[in-house]
T-cell receptor, first 113, second 115 residues
Framework: QQQVKQSPQSLIVQKGGISIINCAYE??????FPWYQQFPGKGPALLIA?????SEKKEGRFTISFNKSAKQFSLHIMDSQPGDSATYFC????????????FGSGTKLNVKP | KAGVTQTPRYLIKTRGQQVTLSCSPI?????VSWYQQTPGQGLQFLFE???????NKGNFPGRFSGRQFSNSRSEMNVSTLELGDSALYLC??????????????FGQGTRLTVV
């Protein structure tokens, strides 16, 4: 049973456009939702994270939108650049689980110049 | 500050053998987690250690084990290797082990191929 569902599987965006990746979860006990960026041959790098007490968090061109009632959260990449081309993973964890993250299946983003 | 260091980067083993992977966390980080990444199953949690104690474990067979040393370095061991164990094994360290959940920083991983 997949705890975190991520879509789309792949995404092609033109340079300067907005990339949107969506995730949904079932377990209401989840209270920490990070996004990771992974380049080929590298480990995942923490991009941005949110807790359910806020509905939006922005860091530079990256924004997380969080909808607690719908149990959904999304990553928006504004002004997408070719250097953003990577695989993005959403994840979730719950109190007391000590960094046991449930990851989405990943979205491969390709930003066309 | 140096990142999470995993060694070796690449490993080729034969079915039935055992393997040990090593992880050095970021200096000052006391929590170390291990994940398996495969194209089919994605990123799956193996176990987490803090102060030499395993605090959480994923749904993997007993062939997968780990330990943490007093300097927070960690090792994971896979015995009786199977072809399906071929994967990228990732280690992540976190700064505050006693908090419920905190930022986790991943290493580059060890690519294990079982032939």
């Amino acid at each position: 049973q997949q705890q975190v569902k991520q879509s789309p599987q792949s995404l092609i965006v033109q340079k300067g456009g907005i990339s949107i990746i969506n995730c949904a979860y079932e377990n209401t006990a989840f209270d920490y939702f990070p996004w990771y960026q992974q380049f080929p041959g590298k480990g995942p790098a923490l991009l941005i994270a949110i807790r359910p007490d806020v509905s939006e968090k922005k860091e530079g061109r990256f924004t997380i939108s969080f909808n607690k009632s719908a149990k959904q959260f999304s990553l928006h990449i504004m002004d997408s650049q070719p250097g953003d081309s990577a695989t993005y993973f959403c994840a979730a964890s719950k109190l007391g689980n000590f960094n046991k993250f449930y990851f989405g299946s990943g979205t491969k983003l390709n930003v066309k110049p | 500050k140096a990142g999470v260091t995993q060694t070796p980067r690449y490993l080729i083993k034969t079915r039935g053998q055992q393997v040990t992977l090593s992880c050095s966390p970021i200096s000052g980080h006391r929590s170390v987690s291990w994940y398996q990444q495969t194209p089919g199953q994605g990123l799956q949690f193996l176990f987490e250690y803090f102060s030499e104690t395993q605090r959480n474990k994923g749904n993997f067979p007993g062939r997968f084990s780990g330990r943490q040393f007093s300097n927070s370095r960690s090792e994971m061991n896979v015995s009786t290797l199977e072809l399906g164990d071929s994967a990228l094994y990732l280690c992540a360290s976190s700064p505050i082990g006693q908090a419920p959940n905190t930022e986790a920083f991943f290493g580059q991983g060890t690519r294990l191929t079982v032939v």
